[in-house]
């Protein structure tokens, strides 16, 4: 993603004031072919860790000295942390960040309520999918434009996860209690996503994981439809949390204040 369309520094430099951490959080724009030197110099530095956003999150992997077990079921990282002897650890928060966004917006959701589509098989989709089943998907309809890497994230995942023809999503819609699109498509830049909600039960929840703009068309459609609509604002804010607490040691709070910094921006 262009990397100065990010809210993390507004995130983590707000909760680095409120706590009194002497630190700072900032853009670094890497390209693909720095990212090996670009982690190594992250012990030169002495920073305590950073975040990996796309297109970085698989070719960091490999640079790390250790990954949680969260990252390795996911098949990616999001976010590095840096030990006081520059033991380099690679996690994955955006699961936890999704889910919580989802719980933000109701306490008594229900990842198995009814049957989920997501839209996209990259890194994004696959830490949903496996974060919807850590939290209790009982089915979930994967479709992507290019089918055999929707077949790649499902491996290992049936009977839950389940591949469908990108031609057929109208009709995957049926009885799903939530739609996720996992793609770039709604982005700022991007074409809208190609997708009607005619076929979507009326009770539905309708995510987009994209947060610039924070109404999509999708998302548009869907509030006019009566759907519960959720952006990717809260999956950003609150994937943020465990890494700034493995950085710094404090879990911090999620404010009104912090919210109301974040808006201001759009």
Not at 14 to 25: D, F, L, S, T
Not at 51 to 77: F, Q, S, V, Y
Not at 124 to 147: D, H, P
Not at 171 to 194: C, F, I, K
Request: hydrophobic share 45%.
């Amino acid at each position: 993603m262009p990397i100065y369309q990010s809210r993390s520094p507004i995130i983590h430099n707000y909760w680095i004031k409120a706590y009194g951490i002497n630190g700072a959080y900032g853009h670094f724009p890497v390209q693909p072919d720095n990212v090996a030197d670009a982690i190594r110099g992250l012990r030169a530095l002495g920073l305590a860790g950073c975040n990996i956003t796309l297109p970085h999150k698989l070719a960091a992997m490999p640079l790390m000295d250790t990954l949680t077990p969260m990252a390795k079921r996911m098949g990616a990282i999001n976010c590095i942390v840096v030990g006081e002897d520059g033991h380099l650890t690679g996690h994955n928060n955006d699961g936890f960040g999704y889910i919580q966004s989802l719980r933000d917006e109701d306490p008594n959701w229900r990842a198995d309520k009814g049957p989920i589509v997501v839209l996209g098989a990259g890194g994004a989709a696959r830490a949903v999918v496996i974060a919807l089943i850590e939290a209790g998907a009982t089915s979930v309809r994967l479709l992507n434009r290019t089918r055999t890497t929707a077949e790649r994230l499902a491996e290992g995942l049936a009977p839950i996860v389940e591949v469908h023809e990108w031609s057929q999503r109208q009709e995957a819609l049926r009885g799903a209690a939530l739609l996720v699109n996992a793609t770039s498509q709604g982005m700022y830049g991007q074409e809208p996503l190609d997708i009607q909600l005619d076929t979507l039960p009326a009770d539905a929840w309708v995510s987009d994981l994209i947060y610039v703009p924070l109404e999509t068309p999708l998302l548009a459609a869907a509030q006019a439809r009566g759907h519960r609509a959720v952006n990717g604002l809260g999956m950003l804010i609150n994937q943020a949390i465990p890494a700034f607490e493995a950085w710094f040691g404090v879990r911090p709070h999620v404010t009104p204040e912090l919210k109301q910094q974040i808006l201001a921006t759009f």
